[in-house]
């Protein structure tokens, strides 16, 4: 069956430092990914999406990368600030014109 | 979020008795998606639009059914509501489908008693 895999656990880290979320799939050949993020009480907000032939893609804090071998994306927030803190979905493609979105993995930057 | 409203944002109802959530867009996308939120499960493809009167199933759309009479409009209904279908509903939007970002509304908290 075609799984999403993110971590469960919150990430904690200090402020300023890299925050690495790791997506992981099976059963899947997407074309692309997608990046959102969550903040509690509200829809998930549309941050990135990254094209199998593309290694990598940027905007501001943000860094994504997309390994089709390894069927993993890496999701990088550099110089992490507190208003960073939420919870971070990947999604993918499926059937027709339809997205399957992991669990989400959250992060909270501490002062 | 910008041109995408759901309604209502809160409903209690019980076992039993029909509801029907609405989704309102005004960017005249193509494309509409509801989707339930819950613990444990993340996002939940509950049924999908991608045209007027064009709709089809998602992954959990047992005791949901939906309407799109136009552009604007996505409605998802739930037939007899029972308590296992307490959960937060989010409407979806996307121009084009799957390979643009969606646009999410702010949900909508449906509990059944």
């Known amino acids: 069956s075609q799984k999403i895999e993110q971590n469960s656990e919150a990430l904690n880290i200090q402020e300023g430092k890299t925050a690495t979320l790791t997506c992981n799939y099976t059963?899947?050949?997407?074309?692309?990914l997608q990046w959102y993020r969550q903040d509690p009480g509200r829809g998930p907000v549309f941050l990135l999406l990254?094209?199998?032939?593309?290694k990598e893609k940027r905007k501001e804090r943000l860094k994504v990368t997309f390994d089709t071998t390894l069927k993993q994306s890496l999701f990088h927030i550099t110089a992490s600030q507190p208003a960073d803190s939420a919870t971070y979905l990947c999604?993918?493609?499926?059937?027709?014109?339809?997205?399957?979105f992991g669990k989400g993995n959250q992060v909270v930057v501490i002062p | 979020d910008a041109g995408i409203t759901q309604s209502p944002r809160h409903k209690v109802t019980e076992t039993g008795t029909p509801v029907t959530l609405r989704c309102h867009q005004t960017e005249n996308h193509r494309y509409m998606y509801w989707y339930r939120q819950d613990p444990g499960h993340g996002l939940r493809l509950i049924h999908y639009?991608?045209?007027?009167?064009?709709?089809d199933k998602g992954e959990v759309s047992d005791g949901y059914s939906v309407s799109r009479s136009k552009t604007e409009d996505f409605l998802l209904t739930l037939e007899s509501a029972t308590s296992s279908q307490t959960s937060v509903y989010f409407c979806?939007?996307?121009?084009?489908?799957?390979?643009?970002?969606?646009?999410f509304g702010s949900g909508t908290r449906l509990t059944v008693v």
């Open positions: 999604a993918l493609p499926y059937g027709n014109n339809r997205l399957a």
């Open positions: 059963n899947y050949s997407p074309a692309y």
């Open positions: 990254i094209r199998e032939n593309e």
């Open positions: 639009s991608y045209g007027v009167k064009d709709t």
């Open positions: 979806a939007i996307s121009e084009a489908g799957a390979n643009y970002g969606y646009t």
